[in-house]
């Protein structure tokens, strides 16, 4: 009971929340909305819990969605994804040089805390991988968890600050039979559940997005979800977000705030130049770009860019290249990065 009661007092904070985002007619309100609000309630010390099985049915809601805005016109653009993803790997390892720069001559953080704490998105894969060396898990998960907070809290206010936002969600092209979305509902699902047992990263959503994308392309279905089920999915994502922050003092955060906000304005300045680099030499739409390009979860950039407007599948690709791409260098790069570190100072004291 007392969970159930503390998992109705967060999702009523989200959806408060996010009403009054949209109420002032903010993008991504119900994201971003849910998110400040259950931060508060965290921070102040109050329960929040999201169960698991919640956050499973909106990430199939949202996967489900994204994969009916797929047509054979997304894919035909997709020729330039090469270009622009090459400018993101080029945008990983910028990121990462500058805000380990800045942690550890700066900020004083050491050496291998900066670098894993500097690492744009993975969360769960990085403080695993962190687990394992001398760095201080708690810098590293505040700064990740910091960076995630600001980026989608922020990123659409600043977007649309420029005039660079798409406009949202479009409405559903037209009304489906109860029938229609049931089968499009338990195939996306199968594919989701399927998606995660063999641990794909971002498996839910993009499992989900992938058996819509499949009925969708191949013109199996024609079926959209109503609307009105993404309002209470974007709640749950902004909440599954705000949890993250259960514990964190604010004698905590006094500690590592202004380290993990440099880092992230670092991260931020030279991954939107690169997403410029990559506007230029594609053409593409620049704030689909500096979105697809945030360092940010895989899960939550994905949704937030398709709370925005822009093309799901490209979000999607581009934040599972980054994410893949992390997921295999990272360890490869540690190792021998800190032994080499090591050995030299091993040299020096002799």
Same mark, same amino acid.
């Given at each position: ?14 959806? %408060?929340?996010?009403?009054?985002? &949209?109420? @002032? ?10 998110? $400040? ?8 010390? *109050? ?24 047509? =054979? ?8 994804? =090469?270009?622009?993803? &090459? ?5 990983? #390892?910028?990121?990462?040089?500058? &805000? ?58 600043? @977007? ?17 039979? %109860? ?6 509902? $338990? ?6 559940? %399927?998606?995660?047992? %063999? ?6 959503? +993009? ?12 013109? @199996? ?8 089920? #993404? ?26 705030? +202004? ?16 997403? *410029? ?20 979860? #895989?899960?939550?950039?994905?949704? +937030? ?24 260098? @990272? ?7 800190? &032994? ?11």
């Amino acid at each position: 009971m007392r969970s159930a009661a503390s998992a109705a007092v967060t999702l009523g904070a989200g959806a %408060l929340g996010g009403g009054a985002f &949209a109420l @002032l007619g903010l993008p991504a309100a119900w994201i971003s909305g849910s998110l $400040v609000a259950c931060i508060g309630l965290a921070l102040a010390g *109050v329960r929040i819990v999201l169960p698991e099985w919640l956050r499973f049915l909106a990430f199939v809601v949202l996967g489900t969605s994204m994969g009916t805005m797929l047509t =054979p016109e997304t894919f035909a653009r997709a020729a330039t994804w =090469p270009v622009s993803m &090459a400018c993101l790997g080029a945008s990983v #390892l910028g990121t990462m040089a500058g &805000a380990t720069l800045f942690l550890t001559r700066i900020a004083g953080w050491s050496r291998e805390t900066a670098f894993w704490a500097s690492a744009p998105g993975a969360f769960g894969t990085v403080v695993a991988m962190a687990a394992d060396t001398s760095a201080d898990l708690r810098q590293v998960a505040f700064a990740q968890t910091l960076r995630l907070f600001l980026l989608v809290a922020a990123l659409p206010n600043v @977007l649309a600050a420029l005039g660079l936002t798409a406009g949202g969600v479009p409405p559903p092209p037209h009304i489906s039979t %109860l029938g229609e979305i049931v089968v499009l509902i $338990v195939v996306c699902t199968g594919a989701a559940l %399927l998606a995660a047992r %063999l641990k794909l990263p971002g498996g839910l959503i +993009l499992g989900a997005l992938a058996g819509s994308a499949v009925l969708h392309a191949t013109s @199996l279905s024609t079926a959209v979800l109503p609307s009105g089920l #993404l309002i209470p999915a974007f709640v749950v994502l902004g909440a599954s977000v705000g949890v993250r922050f259960i514990g964190t003092s604010l004698t905590t955060i006094r500690a590592y705030v +202004l380290a993990s906000l440099g880092a992230f304005l670092v991260a931020v300045a030279i991954s939107t130049l690169f997403a *410029v680099l990559a506007a230029w030499l594609t053409g593409d739409d620049l704030g689909k770009l500096v979105t697809a390009f945030a360092p940010g979860a #895989l899960e939550a950039m994905t949704a +937030l860019g398709f709370a925005m407007g822009y093309d799901p599948a490209f979000m999607s690709a581009h934040h599972l290249f980054r994410f893949a791409g992390l997921s295999v260098a @990272l360890p490869v790069a540690a190792r021998p990065m800190f &032994a080499a570190a090591e050995e030299a100072g091993r040299d020096h004291t002799q």
